[in-house]
């Protein structure tokens, strides 16, 4: 490798996860509000996968290099950017409107979506909570301002979102219901603060959500994680002025129950964490980080790959959240360093 030059994962045209190469692109030059950025570790999201599948079109710049979240060292600023050279930082959001990704050793990132990484926390953990918790954050406070006290069903705990939401909602003072796959997803989902948890594999939820309601109370905050969700289930065991989440399954066109809705003065919220400004972003990105410096925000690592394997760490992601096969539980990495 000569200077100049890093290793990278990239694809010039969209489809199968197999459309993804590995090899030597340059290292970007900072502009003048970026750092340029050592990439320790990087996290792969579902969104990475279905702008490389083509189902999300996004402007990609060509090669394109995949992945919104990274973590490392700032190793080389532009003229206004108020990051050292030295400093650890995480940050999500790249690879998005014309911005290269991060599946590299170097990214070149503007500053407003960096932020410092504790001391404490390592790169790894600190990547694979990035776009995860600041979803998590942004949903359970900016849009639907949980109260201590309150009841969150969260469908899809053992997931990245629904885990971030399980311990975020936990820590606020809430009390926690959620569903997950296996015993061994639902143990974790417990100690991640989970009150409850239904295994929605083994268990008929239509019967066991009301059980559970009736003894926490009806649910303040229902949290939908998943692409197809059911408000015939949902509705009955809302309180009232409660609040339904979406924010996942674009295609989906789940039937709406007008009727009981309305009649509880219910409320549905959907958002896309990117569509959150900088600063919003930062504020959830700031208060995550002094959970994760106490403890209070632990993410999963569920598996890790070198940039060379980043078409098999997109392939696992497919199976995991497009087609449920996978029994992982935490995120999936790219380690530039690993080979
Ligand atoms: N709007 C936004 O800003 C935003 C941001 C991030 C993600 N998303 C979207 O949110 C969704 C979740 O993302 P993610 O990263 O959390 O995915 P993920 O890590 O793959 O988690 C999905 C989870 O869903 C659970 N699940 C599957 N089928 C289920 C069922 N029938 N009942 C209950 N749980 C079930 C699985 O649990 P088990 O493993 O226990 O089986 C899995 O852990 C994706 O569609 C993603 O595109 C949206």
């Not at 100049?4 to 996860?17: H, I, K, L, S």
């Not at 190793?75 to 050279?85: F, H, R």
């Not at 995860?132 to 949903?139: D, E, F, K």
Request: proline content about 6%; overall charge neutral; glycine content about 10%.
């Amino acid at each position: 490798m000569s200077a100049g030059q890093m290793r990278a994962a990239w694809f010039t045209e969209t489809g199968p996860p197999d459309v993804i190469r590995s090899g030597l692109l340059p290292v970007p030059v900072p502009g003048s509000r970026q750092a340029l950025v050592r990439v320790e570790a990087a996290a792969c999201n579902p969104i990475d996968t279905y702008i490389r599948a083509g189902t999300v079109r996004l402007p990609l710049p060509r090669p394109y290099i995949p992945g919104c979240d990274l973590a490392g060292t700032v190793v080389a600023v532009g003229a206004d950017c108020e990051l050292q050279i030295g400093d650890r930082v995480w940050g999500s959001n790249q690879g998005l409107s014309g911005r290269q990704g991060t599946f590299s050793e170097f990214c070149a990132v503007d500053q407003q979506w960096l932020y410092p990484l504790p001391e404490s926390v390592s790169a790894k953990h600190a990547a694979a909570g990035a776009l995860v918790g600041i979803t998590a954050h942004l949903g359970l406070f900016l849009h639907a301002g949980l109260q201590p006290g309150e009841t969150v069903f969260v469908n899809g705990g053992s997931g990245g979102v629904g885990s971030a939401v399980v311990q975020l909602a936990k820590a606020a003072g809430a009390q926690v219901i959620t569903t997950a796959g296996s015993p061994e997803k639902a143990e974790l989902c417990r100690l991640s603060g989970a009150d409850h948890v239904i295994l929605y594999r083994d268990e008929d939820i239509d019967q066991r959500l009301p059980e559970i309601v009736g003894r926490t109370g009806l649910i303040h905050l229902w949290f939908e994680t998943l692409r197809m969700p059911s408000l015939d289930r949902c509705i009955p065991q809302m309180a009232m002025r409660g609040r339904i989440i979406f924010m996942a399954g674009r295609d989906s066109r789940p039937e709406f129950p007008v009727g009981p809705f309305y009649v509880r003065d219910l409320r549905a919220i959907g958002f896309a964490m990117f569509n959150a400004s900088a600063d919003e972003q930062r504020q959830s990105a700031l208060e995550l980080n002094n959970m994760l410096a106490d403890g209070r925000y632990r993410p999963a690592v569920g598996a890790e790959f070198g940039i060379a394997a980043a078409a098999q760490a997109h392939l696992l992601q497919e199976q995991k959240t497009i087609r449920n096969e996978s029994s992982i539980h935490g995120k999936i990495l790219i380690l530039p360093g690993m080979t």
